[in-house]
């Protein structure tokens, strides 16, 4: 039978092969891309972010939680003896593809009516440009259009409309 938590993060629980009744393995083998919780995954983007060069971000189905370790060899170390039933899972960056960071879709946001089909050209421009569209939001000063190029940021706000915060984006950036 699955426990909650099981269940809820979307674990497998090896099934026997002669009868079909659960059993319960020695050895825990599930990979990254078994695991279907989108939080999960979304927390696991934020903090593969934030990672230097060689450390390993894990998570230990046992206790829900992910721990970063400084190299290969402190996470081997940690899946051996008593730790083998914490259940460590590595988290592979190509698994989370999407909870990452989620760049800015135009045929979205003219879905969501926050964009007409006629402002793709100040989109083209800016791409043409070497700028990226990195946050659209509405806030208490109106449009705000965050856009980068590099380690640059730039923010350009309008009262009235997406549109309008768009085009003077595009027109202002070199």
Do not use: C
Request: glycine share 6%; aromatic share 10%.
């Amino acid at each position: 039978m699955k426990t909650f938590k099981e269940l809820m993060e979307g674990f497998p629980v090896a099934k026997d092969k002669k009868d079909g009744k659960e059993k319960k393995t020695s050895k825990f083998d599930m990979k990254w891309k078994d695991i279907k919780n989108r939080h999960i995954k979304r927390e696991a983007g934020q903090l593969l972010k934030a990672l230097d060069k060689k450390e390993i971000l894990a998570y230990s189905a046992e206790h829900g939680e992910f721990t970063v370790f400084k190299d290969e060899m402190e996470f081997i170390q940690a899946k051996k003896g008593k730790g083998e039933k914490m259940k460590w899972v590595r988290v592979e960056s190509k698994n989370i593809v999407g909870y990452i960071e989620e760049a800015f879709n135009f045929k979205g946001a003219v879905k969501l009516g926050m964009l007409d089909k006629y402002d793709e050209p100040y989109i083209k421009d800016l791409k043409k440009k070497g700028w990226e569209i990195d946050e659209f939001n509405l806030t208490s000063k109106g449009y705000e259009i965050t856009i980068k190029k590099g380690s640059k940021k730039v923010m350009y706000t309008d009262r009235k409309s997406p549109s309008k915060a768009l085009a003077l984006a595009a027109k202002k950036a070199k």
